[in-house]
């Protein structure tokens, strides 16, 4: 199945939105089940989360959209910018 990798950068001071809609994130990150290979905050230099990648498999990249756009960051409209990039992982620890 394909991989794609999710970038979404935060509107600007949008701790308090972030903070706010976390824990159901976090339950559909956990619903997203073997789909979800990895997830995580990006972090600035104060180790603030400022956005957001996650790598998920998916049949096509139409798939991969619905379920980014389901996430509740992107629905509470956290996110001012996101990218959807079609990965082939060759190289690393993760692929074995």
Same mark, same amino acid.
């Given at each position: $199945?394909?991989?794609?990798?999710? +970038? =979404? ?6 701790? #308090? @939105?972030? #903070?706010?809609?976390?824990? +159901?994130?976090?339950?559909? &990150?956990?619903? &997203?089940?073997?789909?979800? @290979? $990895?997830?995580?905050?990006? @972090?600035?230099?104060? !180790? *603030? ?8 498999? =998916?049949?096509?990249?139409?798939? #991969? *959209? !619905?379920? /980014?756009? *389901? ?7 956290? /996110?001012?910018? +996101?990218?959807? *990039?079609?990965?082939?992982? &060759? /190289? ?5």
């Amino acid at each position: $199945m394909p991989i794609y990798h999710l +970038t =979404a950068i935060d509107i600007e001071n949008g701790f #308090a @939105l972030r #903070a706010d809609t976390r824990p +159901t994130h976090l339950e559909y &990150l956990k619903d &997203l089940g073997d789909d979800l @290979l $990895m997830a995580g905050p990006i @972090l600035n230099n104060e !180790q *603030k989360a400022v956005g957001t990648i996650a790598i998920i498999t =998916a049949e096509n990249e139409i798939i #991969a *959209k !619905q379920i /980014f756009d *389901k996430d509740p960051y992107a629905k509470a409209g956290l /996110f001012a910018s +996101t990218e959807i *990039k079609n990965i082939n992982p &060759l /190289f690393g620890k993760w692929c074995g």
